[in-house]
């Protein structure tokens, strides 16, 4: 009976292996419906190229999910942060600590891109959070893996507040 048992373990755990994801529980060129499935819900939003979802999680942080399909192929993903801070600093704070969880996955960034269009907070870490709400600051972050690039961004406008979005986006075959 035991090895019955542990035979009946390992057929279930794929030998130890864990399925190789791009993200989420998901891998390049699954159908929408395979999507869906694996999303178990509806969308909130459905488009013939794209499901969006709403009430999602990337670590500890809401998001929505954008996925995106040519052919009916997903391709491209993103997590649009849905967290709205009174302090712009912290959603500096935020960037910070998922580019920290992308590393640890994905290690060192291949790109670390600081774009500045006012030096006025430049050098001063405590203000970087206002510096990106008022258009003056905006970074981004790339990653790559044999599939996938991975790419972490920030902006922002007085007028919208702060937008944060990871994306992952198929590498084309060469």
Do not use: C
Not at 91 to 98: I, N, S
Not at 103 to 126: A, F, H
């Amino acid at each position: 009976m035991f090895f019955v048992l542990l035979s009946l373990f390992f057929q279930l755990a794929g030998n130890g292996q864990q399925p190789d994801y791009d993200l989420r529980s998901l891998r390049w060129d699954m159908t929408s419906k395979e999507v869906q499935a694996a999303e178990r819900s509806a969308p909130f939003l459905k488009t013939d190229t794209t499901l969006h979802y709403r009430g999602r999680w990337f670590h500890s942080f809401p998001v929505s999910v954008k996925f995106a399909f040519a052919k009916d192929q997903l391709v491209g993903a993103q997590y649009i942060f849905t967290e709205r801070h009174v302090r712009a600093q912290q959603h500096w704070d935020d960037y910070e600590a998922v580019a920290r969880i992308l590393t640890d996955r994905y290690g060192t960034p291949s790109g670390d891109y600081w774009n500045w269009n006012s030096e006025l907070y430049k050098g001063r870490k405590e203000r970087y959070g206002d510096a990106v709400l008022l258009g003056h600051l905006t970074r981004s972050n790339v990653w790559e893996s044999a599939r996938t690039i991975v790419t972490l961004e920030m902006s922002g406008k007085p007028t919208e507040g702060i937008y944060t979005v990871v994306s992952y986006a198929k590498k084309i075959d060469s």
